[in-house]
């Protein structure tokens, strides 16, 4: 079992910055790949970011050379950091892990564990 913790949403204006965090636990290997995603009021969940066993990292198109993602050494923090936000990022944001293989996509049905999520909400 993996337990994951999200923090760090609130709310901001257009062009502002925010980090998320999301404190893992439990069964270390379970904690290999990880991702963010987010969904919006009346829309489907979507992937955001993923990152493997090896530190590899995809990225939805909406959000490169915007957001990063990262994970400390241990695995046990894992890291979005937003810049440039736009309102159309305002949603839930979810922390998501599983164990290796990592998946290739950023698809959320690949994903086992899920943190309850932390808001974000960009005005404009």
């Known amino acids: 079992q993996v337990q994951l913790v999200e923090s760090g949403g609130g709310s901001v204006q257009a062009g502002g910055s925010l980090r998320l965090s999301c404190a893992a636990s439990?069964?270390?290997?379970?904690?290999?790949?990880m991702g963010w995603f987010r969904q919006a009021p009346g829309k489907e969940r979507e992937g955001v970011a993923i990152i493997g066993s090896l530190s590899g990292t995809t990225y939805a198109d909406s959000v490169k050379g915007r957001f990063t993602i990262s994970k400390d050494g241990a695995k046990t923090t894992l890291y979005l950091q937003m810049n440039s936000l736009k309102p159309e990022d305002t949603a839930m944001y979810y922390c998501?892990?599983?164990?290796?293989?990592?998946?290739?996509?950023?698809?959320?049905?690949?994903?086992?564990?899920w943190g309850q999520g932390t808001q974000v909400t960009v005005s404009s």
């Open positions: 439990g069964y270390y290997y379970n904690r290999d790949c």
């Open positions: 998501a892990a599983v164990s290796p293989p990592c998946p290739a996509l950023i698809r959320d049905s690949d994903y086992r564990y």
